[in-house]
């Protein structure tokens, strides 16, 4: 069983920055990709960033220039560093990762629960 959970959210004032982490634990063999996601009420889940295991970068064209996605390997952690933040950037932001999990070495996806972030005008 693979875990994941997101942290670092909260209320911040437009233009400020805030840094988010997800955690992934549990048996796995290993991680291929981690990926940050954001939605609000009424609207479709958006991909914000993804990075592949070998440390490639995509980000949605909303986020591009202003989030910065990481990730520590030794830690299974993924960061999504994001700066010049607007009311816009409002909702529940959540991350997957693609782990590679015993016994079958299956490639599964798991979900966290999300963190909610904020920005006032």
């Known amino acids: 069983q693979v875990h994941v959970v997101e942290s670092g959210g909260g209320l911040v004032q437009a233009g400020g920055s805030l840094l988010l982490s997800c955690v992934a634990s549990g048996n796995m063999f290993s991680i291929n990709s981690m990926n940050w996601y954001r939605q609000t009420p009424g609207k479709e889940r958006e991909l914000v960033a993804s990075i592949s295991g070998g440390g490639d970068t995509t980000y949605s064209d909303s986020v591009r220039g202003r989030f910065t996605i990481s990730r520590d390997n030794n830690k299974n952690t993924v960061f999504l560093q994001m700066s010049s933040l607007q009311p816009d950037d409002s909702a529940m932001y959540s991350c997957?990762?693609?782990?590679?999990?015993?016994?079958?070495?299956?490639?599964?996806?798991?979900w966290g629960q999300g963190t909610q972030v904020t920005v006032s005008s």
């Open positions: 997957d990762v693609v782990a590679v999990v015993p016994p079958n070495w299956d490639t599964v996806r798991y």
